[in-house]
């Protein structure tokens, strides 16, 4: 089911042994929000390192805002541009040699809404996300820790935890 380093492609992404087990000792699923940016690459790459410590798989999902100035109209028909088509190949390289199972969905709507909607369809142990740099349309973190009922994973920018290392 799952694949080494590659898309698994359309099959329906359970996590590694196949059920679902509350209270087992480390992730089986992580969700992780990306969109291409640097926040959720970093998001990606921390998600990555858990997955493969924890023997557990990635659900990699991009949410094409409803209200993003990438949708447009023509003829009453929404036209959206191929970003889920080209983060593939993103992810691809990102998580070239990770060696953890991952597939990749592609949904619209309210991110943080969805990332929980998903979370809870695959029934994942956690949603991972990058620290957004601003907070202009609002916080899918904020929004997520608010609303979720599973563990949520905030991956802070480069360089904010720098005065916590000893030195």
């Known amino acids: 089911m799952f694949g080494g380093d590659t898309d ?16 087992k000792d480390g992730a089986g699923l992580l969700v992780v ?20 410590r924890d023997n557990a798989a990635l659900l990699v999902a991009f949410v094409e805002s409803l209200y993003s ?15 889920a088509v080209d983060l593939t190949d993103d992810l691809k390289e990102e998580l070239k040699g990770a060696g953890v199972p991952w597939q990749f969905v592609s949904v619209r ?11 809870a369809a695959y029934k994942a142990d956690a949603i991972v996300v990058g620290r957004s740099r601003s907070s202009w349309r609002g916080s899918v973190a904020v929004g997520l820790a608010k609303r979720s009922t599973r563990t949520v994973l905030i991956v802070p920018l ?10």
């Open 69 to 83: 100035t990438t949708l447009w109209f023509y003829a009453g028909s929404p036209i959206i541009p191929d970003s």
């Open 8 to 23: 698994p492609g359309r099959e329906p992404l359970t996590g590694p042994a196949g059920e679902f087990e509350i209270g």
């Open 33 to 52: 929000g990306f969109d291409g940016s640097g926040p959720s690459r970093n998001a990606l790459a921390y998600a990555a390192g858990l997955a493969r």
């Open 158 to 167: 480069p360089g904010r935890m720098s005065h916590m290392v000893a030195r």
């Open 109 to 119: 709507g309210d991110a943080a809404r969805e990332l929980e909607t998903l979370a």
